[in-house]
């Protein structure tokens, strides 16, 4: 096994004015050496992520750490947040948590881990509660995000995608369609902007908007509407569509042949493609061959529209 490079660790304690509240800031720098196919784990309990995939052979990893608070809990916060940096197998690991938790009124803390490495790796974000910013093109690489309460915003490209967060959104615009895309938001919306072949999305409290699709997708939101985009879709494709309270509006190229349903408990229909239509009901025919589809509302309006 290669050997990893401590590139930087800085660390200092402040004692402010009485001597019974403290600051300490922790900054430390690391290097590995990147291993093609290996996943880069991240795992932080509040700490801001900031991953940029870009070439190189080595992936360096900058943390940083303010704790303030009572002179003791926060020398014991600090020391336990002091960042780990280990290899595990085919997992790299940059890790820095508390698993006790701590009394915000003694000690208050902020951290941010900036990332930078190639593509062609496999990233894992695990927060307990802070927001990440993944961007660049991670290659043939699949990421996950996995937080308590924290945003993801993408901007880059990978193979694969992954998310569930129960207190916050998901924004990914990808470079070219992902080859899947799943999304769980407990409390949040989900947007994807660049398509992909395969994508699932639930959301408990939030909207769902994804463009650029290009095949199977499977939506679930129990309070928001569901907005969806194919810019090309094969035969015997599966869309499903499952509204609580919020509309659904699908778009299809021209031509498309569905076969499948569409009922509305509370709301209209308006569909651009033939089918058997009563107020609340919409039965297709397309045959074999045909796009599976069904959607349901408990309250609210569907769409089959052409592009």
Excluded at 69 to 78: C, E
Excluded at 113 to 138: C, H, K, R, W, Y
Excluded at 180 to 191: E, K, L
Aim: charged content about 20%; overall charge negative.
């Amino acid at each position: 096994m290669r050997k990893s490079l401590v590139v930087a660790a800085v660390a200092a304690l402040c004692i402010v004015a009485t001597g019974a509240q403290a600051e300490i800031e922790i900054h430390q720098k690391h290097r590995f050496d990147a291993r093609p196919g290996a996943t880069v784990v991240v795992d932080v309990s509040f700490h801001r992520v900031e991953v940029t995939a870009r070439p190189g052979d080595s992936i360096d990893v900058t943390v940083d750490i303010t704790v303030k608070g009572d002179g003791s809990t926060a020398k014991n916060v600090a020391n336990d947040l002091q960042p780990k940096f280990l290899e595990e197998g085919d997992k790299i690991i940059i890790r820095s948590t508390r698993k006790k938790g701590w009394t915000w009124k003694s000690a208050s803390a902020k951290g941010l881990v900036t990332v930078q490495m190639p593509p062609g790796m496999n990233l894992v974000v695990d927060s307990s509660s802070g927001g990440a910013e993944i961007s660049g093109d991670f290659g043939d690489g699949v990421v996950r995000y996995d937080a308590s309460s924290g945003g993801l915003k993408v901007d880059g490209a990978m193979r694969e995608l992954h998310a569930d967060t129960s207190s916050g959104s998901v924004k990914a615009a990808v470079m070219r369609p992902l080859e899947r895309f799943t999304a769980d938001a407990s409390s949040g919306s989900v947007r994807l902007v660049g398509g992909a072949h395969d994508v699932k999305v639930d959301t408990s409290s939030g909207s769902i908007n994804a463009s650029g699709l290009l095949g199977d997708a499977s939506f679930d939101a129990s309070s928001g509407s569901i907005t969806a985009q194919w810019s090309a879709i094969p035969a015997n494709a599966t869309v499903r569509a499952d509204a609580s309270s919020g509309g659904v509006s699908l778009s299809f190229p021209a031509g498309t042949v569905f076969s499948g349903s569409v009922d509305v408990s509370s709301g209209g229909i308006r569909t651009d493609f033939p089918g058997s239509m009563t107020k609340d009901h919409l039965t297709l025919h397309g045959g074999a061959e045909a796009v599976d589809i069904k959607v349901d509302t408990s309250s609210g309006s569907v769409k089959l529209l052409t592009n």
